[in-house]
Structure formats: C-alpha cells, structure tokens
C-alpha cells in the first residue's frame, strides 16, 4: 500500500460516511422526528470526522515516513556499504529512491540499481503502517459521527466547529511560516554577524563580498560594506521609480475617477492593470533590449561620457512603468470612496472641478493615496529582474542615474547562485541583507497600513 492509496481510502470512508450520516438523519425525520439541524449537517458531519483526523495525520506521516525509510536503508547491510562521502552518498539514495517509486529505470551508479529493492521493501512497510492507520483512523471517525445522529444533537455547531478550526490552522500556518523565515534569516544573520562587526555591515561603504583563497591576495578579508547595497534599491525603487509611478498613477486615477465615461473606465482601468499581471522579466526585457540603449544614447548625447548600458534611470524607469497600477488602483479606490456629498458642497460654493479635485478630493483621500505609494515602494524595494537585466551588478555608490548600480536583491541571487556552502561570510552575507530587506519591507507596509486604517474613517 502507498500513501496515494490510502488517501483515496479515506476519502471514500469519509464520503460513505457523510453518506449514511445523511441518509440516516433522513430516516429519522420521516419517522416524525423532528431534527435539531438538518440532514445535511448530520452528513457533513460525519464526513469531516472521518476524513479530517485521517488526512491530518497523513500529512504528519508523510515527511516522517521518508526520514524512518532512509534511516532504515542506511543501516541495512546494502547501505552500510555505501560511501562515506556525503555527497556521493545522497546522490546514490536519490537515485535508489527514484527507482524504486518508478521515476527511472535505472541509476547511474551500480549501487544505486543495487540498492532500489531494499528502497521499496521499506517503502512498502512504512506506508503499509502509515496507510493502515490511516484507514483505521477514518473508520473510528466514521462510526464516530454515525453515533451522533440522533434528533437532540447540534450538528450544525459541531460542523461551524470543525470549519473554525480549520480557519485557525489556517492562520497559524500563515503565522507560523512568517515565524519560521524571520528566525531562519535571524540564525544565519548572527552567525554573519560573528564573522564581521555589524558595524561595518551597516556602515560600510565598501562592498566586495569576493574573499580571496589565500591570505596574501588583495581583499583576502572582503568587504560587506551595505551602504553602496541600500543606496542602489533607494536610487532605483524609491527615488527613480516613484518619479515615475506617483504622476502617472496619480492623474490616471483622477481622469479615470472624475472625467472619464463610465464606457470609457471600464475599458481602460483593465488595460492599464494588464500591467500588473505581466511577469517582470518581461519588463527586465524590456528594459535591457530597449529603455537601456536609450538612456545610454541620451546619456551620451548631452555630455556623460561615463553613460553606461546598464544605468540606474534605466532600471527606474522601467520599475516605475510596473508598479504605476499598485499606484493608480489604490489612488482609485480612495478617490472613489470620497463622499459625493463633498464634491457637491465644492462645487455649489462656485469652485470649478479641477478646485474641487485639487482642494477638496485629493486631500479627502490622501491617507489612501499615501498607503498606496508606500506598498508601491515596498513593492519596487523587494524587485531583482528588472535590475539585474538593466542596472548591472556594480555596487556603486553614486547619484549620478547614468551609471551601473546595483540593488540588496541583486546582490542576494549573486551570493546564492550556484553550488554554495553555508560557512563563509560571503554566504551568509545574503540572509543578513535578506534580514535587512525584510525589516524595511514589513517596515513600510506597516506605515502604510497605519495611515490608512488611521485616517479612513475620517470622510465616512
């Protein structure tokens, strides 16, 4: 038995259950009873005891299942006998594993092919317990629920219960992971931070994350100065980029809002949040085959001879074209939800529309506005494709847009990329800027969903 199978079980217990759940609450009411909830509830009720408990505890086996299997392979004689090279070892279990699940026919390494039947012989076993417990799990539930059907039981509540729970879990998990990142990020932040002073991280103006192999090389210590890091993503995602968004955002949400046709609106809102939906490696695209040369043409044109083809403006640019919908859509929103009432009072006093705009709606929705410009912030901050492709990897500190830069979640994909061991600062650099990047992001979305939830029911 696999574990595939058992969950089909389960789910047919569980659906007999709802079943005869319903059925027999049926029964009861034809016989002149008269039922506390209806037999729907009753049914559902059964289902969610049979079926709930057994699939917890499938999801609880599973990854349990694959540690007892290796754990059991590896002391068989046949995995006594395998390398004491981690790698080499692992490699050979993976293979073994994928031929005994069918994925593959047969291994690269002899030992491998070798080792596939002791791989399904425990296999089999573990999921053979895990299954059968399973099975027996769903029957106890089953007949669990069947003896609660009687006409005084409240199964509507016990079913309002279940799904409560469910929603509870639900947000646990959500927490739960956000926990588990932060502390993830925190643990090898500190481990970084044990290997260079945090004051040079925060302060450092030097970033050259590249140590030398021996202690006589040049910069054998490195430099993880984050200065020239955190500069580049205000450059490009907070200056350059809001340059962009905030205007064009801004008025496309007034003319959509106070001039346009309703026919009109209702053609061009979805086309200009088709812009949110594209993926941004079509903007790194974009921006590296066709903003990029542009701004170095111009760049050149006026008298920058060090005009690069990868250039803050143009990442900026092409950044701030992506996020104007985070802009407009929130900007609509506040606008929208300002009471007509004030529009009216503006324009009865003798005030002219674009007054009443300037005077009147817009200050009304501002703290909408303003939440809007900072979730666009954290939006542009967090963005790796379009930088990489336009803005280059050159960790400059410089205000001049027409040159290379470089951005925190640039140089993270730099330091993660390839085969890497998590002992060297130059590793564990990326999980102390991720950390940083994380406290800026959560940061500004706090800001931002404190200034709307201060002010929103000030025009209600």
């Given at each position: 038995?696999?574990?595939?199978?058992?969950?089909?079980?389960?789910?047919?217990?569980?659906?007999?259950?709802?079943?005869?759940?319903?059925?027999?609450?049926?029964?009861?009411?034809?016989?002149?009873?008269?039922?506390?909830?209806?037999?729907?509830?009753?049914?559902?009720?059964?289902?969610?005891?049979?079926?709930?408990?057994?699939?917890?505890?499938?999801?609880?086996?599973?990854?349990?299942?694959?540690?007892?299997?290796?754990?059991?392979?590896?002391?068989?004689?046949?995995?006594?006998?395998?390398?004491?090279?981690?790698?080499?070892?692992?490699?050979?279990?993976?293979?073994?594993?994928?031929?005994?699940?069918?994925?593959?026919?047969?291994?690269?390494?002899?030992?491998?092919?070798?080792?596939?039947?002791?791989?399904?012989?425990?296999?089999?076993?573990?999921?053979?317990?895990?299954?059968?417990?399973?099975?027996?799990?769903?029957?106890?539930?089953?007949?669990?629920?069947?003896?609660?059907?009687?006409?005084?039981?409240?199964?509507?509540?016990?079913?309002?219960?279940?799904?409560?729970?469910?929603?509870?879990?639900?947000?646990?998990?959500?927490?739960?992971?956000?926990?588990?990142?932060?502390?993830?990020?925190?643990?090898?932040?500190?481990?970084?931070?044990?290997?260079?002073?945090?004051?040079?991280?925060?302060?450092?103006?030097?970033?050259?994350?590249?140590?030398?192999?021996?202690?006589?090389?040049?910069?054998?210590?490195?430099?993880?100065?984050?200065?020239?890091?955190?500069?580049?993503?205000?450059?490009?995602?907070?200056?350059?980029?809001?340059?962009?968004?905030?205007?064009?955002?801004?008025?496309?949400?007034?003319?959509?809002?106070?001039?346009?046709?309703?026919?009109?609106?209702?053609?061009?809102?979805?086309?200009?949040?088709?812009?949110?939906?594209?993926?941004?490696?079509?903007?790194?695209?974009?921006?590296?085959?066709?903003?990029?040369?542009?701004?170095?043409?111009?760049?050149?044109?006026?008298?920058?001879?060090?005009?690069?083809?990868?250039?803050?403006?143009?990442?900026?640019?092409?950044?701030?074209?992506?996020?104007?919908?985070?802009?407009?859509?929130?900007?609509?929103?506040?606008?929208?939800?300002?009471?007509?009432?004030?529009?009216?009072?503006?324009?009865?006093?003798?005030?002219?529309?674009?007054?009443?705009?300037?005077?009147?709606?817009?200050?009304?929705?501002?703290?909408?506005?303003?939440?809007?410009?900072?979730?666009?912030?954290?939006?542009a901050i967090g963005e790796t494709m379009i930088v990489v492709m336009a803005a280059g990897l050159a960790a400059n500190l410089t205000a001049n847009p027409f040159d290379s830069v470089t951005t925190v979640t640039t140089q993270i994909v730099q330091l993660l990329?390839?085969?890497?061991?998590?002992?060297?600062?130059?590793?564990?650099?990326?999980?102390?800027?991720?950390?940083?990047?994380?406290?800026?992001?959560?940061?500004?979305?706090?800001?931002?969903?404190?200034?709307?939830?201060?002010?929103?029911?000030?025009?209600?």
């Amino acid at each position: 038995m696999t574990l595939s199978l058992a969950l089909v079980a389960v789910l047919l217990i569980a659906a007999a259950a709802g079943f005869l759940g319903r059925s027999r609450a049926r029964v009861l009411r034809r016989g002149g009873e008269r039922l506390n909830s209806l037999p729907n509830y009753h049914g559902l009720y059964c289902f969610l005891w049979a079926a709930l408990p057994a699939l917890l505890f499938l999801a609880i086996w599973s990854p349990i299942q694959g540690q007892l299997v290796e754990q059991a392979v590896l002391a068989s004689p046949a995995g006594q006998q395998l390398p004491d090279f981690d790698m080499a070892r692992d490699a050979i279990t993976s293979e073994a594993y994928e031929i005994a699940t069918g994925q593959r026919s047969a291994g690269f390494n002899p030992e491998s092919t070798a080792l596939a039947p002791v791989y399904g012989q425990y296999l089999n076993r573990y999921a053979g317990i895990g299954g059968g417990f399973a099975i027996l799990l769903a029957l106890a539930g089953a007949a669990w629920g069947l003896t609660r059907v009687r006409t005084s039981f409240r199964a509507r509540s016990g079913v309002e219960r279940w799904v409560m729970g469910l929603l509870v879990a639900a947000s646990l998990i959500a927490i739960l992971t956000t926990l588990g990142i932060v502390l993830s990020l925190l643990f090898e932040s500190l481990r970084f931070f044990s290997m260079v002073p945090a004051s040079e991280f925060l302060f450092g103006t030097q970033w050259s994350p590249q140590t030398a192999l021996r202690a006589d090389q040049a910069g054998s210590s490195g430099a993880f100065g984050s200065i020239p890091l955190f500069w580049g993503t205000i450059f490009i995602g907070a200056i350059i980029a809001m340059i962009v968004a905030i205007p064009l955002g801004l008025m496309s949400a007034i003319f959509l809002t106070q001039y346009a046709h309703a026919r009109v609106r209702s053609v061009l809102k979805p086309v200009l949040e088709i812009l949110a939906g594209v993926p941004t490696v079509v903007y790194g695209y974009f921006a590296a085959l066709t903003v990029a040369p542009a701004v170095r043409d111009l760049g050149l044109a006026i008298g920058i001879g060090s005009a690069s083809s990868e250039s803050a403006l143009a990442a900026g640019l092409v950044m701030g074209i992506m996020i104007i919908p985070f802009v407009s859509s929130m900007a609509d929103d506040s606008i929208a939800a300002v009471p007509q009432a004030m529009r009216d009072g503006s324009l009865a006093m003798g005030a002219t529309r674009s007054e009443t705009i300037r005077k009147v709606v817009l200050p009304a929705a501002l703290p909408g506005v303003v939440g809007g410009v900072l979730l666009a912030v954290s939006r542009a901050i967090g963005e790796t494709m379009i930088v990489v492709m336009a803005a280059g990897l050159a960790a400059n500190l410089t205000a001049n847009p027409f040159d290379s830069v470089t951005t925190v979640t640039t140089q993270i994909v730099q330091l993660l990329t390839g085969d890497q061991e998590f002992d060297s600062p130059k590793t564990l650099a990326a999980f102390a800027l991720g950390l940083a990047l994380f406290i800026i992001t959560l940061i500004l979305n706090l800001i931002a969903l404190t200034v709307v939830r201060r002010y929103r029911e000030a025009y209600e």
